[in-house]
């Protein structure tokens, strides 16, 4: 399968734990987006890469979340200190920068539960 | 005054009507426009894009775009009982920088057999 994965599927973690969540974009795509979604909400940006470099951070990632892409290939998302507030489905998204395209495809995503 | 924005719903059609899905959006320079679904539990899955104005068709389903009233739409041709899904519109706004999509909060739409 060549479409985005993301790992894991599920995660339910106690409040104040540390939790990294993973993503393969599709293998061709330079850029890679991680969005977070809330029950009968629109997904909300997070944060995006072209390659590995993060170009732009939402005011909504505080400092307890951090997000990387070291070799420009998959991504890990770390929530740090989990509050109940984070408990979401967080989704990636892969895109190819070209003239013609930005069509960005979502991964399964990773639905994070705090207790 | 949210970037993107849809009518929550939920939207009733019967099977074989045509569905129409609406959505707005304020930065008159957004440059791309997407339609994706939604099923219940899982992640969204684009089914339509549109760059230019006027109207696109992929079998069953036509998106319109007009820039002049920052609107953009989505019809849904012989709507199906498994058309039944929340649909999202998300646009790029302007700007080289600017490359990440904006979502409105999605229009659940159903089916009625």
């Known amino acids: 399968d060549t479409g985005v994965s993301q790992n894991p599927r599920h995660k339910i973690t106690k409040r104040g734990q540390n939790v990294t969540f993973r993503c393969d974009p599709i293998s061709e795509h330079n850029r890679l987006y991680w969005y977070r979604q809330t029950l009968g909400q629109g997904p909300e940006f997070l944060t995006y890469f072209q390659n590995e470099a993060q170009l732009e951070k939402s005011r909504l990632l505080s400092d307890r979340f951090s997000a990387e892409r070291p070799k420009g290939s998959f991504s890990t998302l770390e929530i740090q200190r989990t509050e109940q507030g984070d408990s979401a489905m967080y989704l990636c998204?892969?895109?190819?920068?070209?003239?013609?395209?930005?069509?960005?495809?979502f991964g399964q995503g990773t639905r994070l539960t705090v207790v | 005054q949210k970037e993107v924005e849809q009518n929550s719903g939920p939207l009733s059609v019967p099977e074989g009507a045509i569905a129409s899905l609406n959505c707005t959006y304020s930065?008159?320079?957004?440059?791309?426009f997407f339609w994706y679904r939604q099923y219940s539990g899982k992640s969204p899955e684009l089914i339509m894009f549109?760059?230019?104005?006027g109207d696109k068709e992929d079998g069953r389903f036509t998106a319109q775009l007009n820039k002049a009233s920052q609107y953009v739409s989505l019809l849904i041709r012989d709507s199906q009982p498994s058309d039944s899904a929340t649909y999202l519109c998300?646009?790029?706004?302007?700007?080289?920088?600017?490359?990440?999509?904006?979502f409105g909060q999605g229009t659940r739409l159903t089916i009625n057999p």
């Open positions: 998300a646009v790029i706004p302007r700007g080289l920088g600017a490359q990440k999509l904006v």
């Open positions: 549109i760059y230019s104005n």
């Open positions: 930065d008159r320079g957004s440059q791309s």
């Open positions: 998204a892969s895109s190819y920068r070209d003239r013609a395209s930005t069509e960005a495809f």
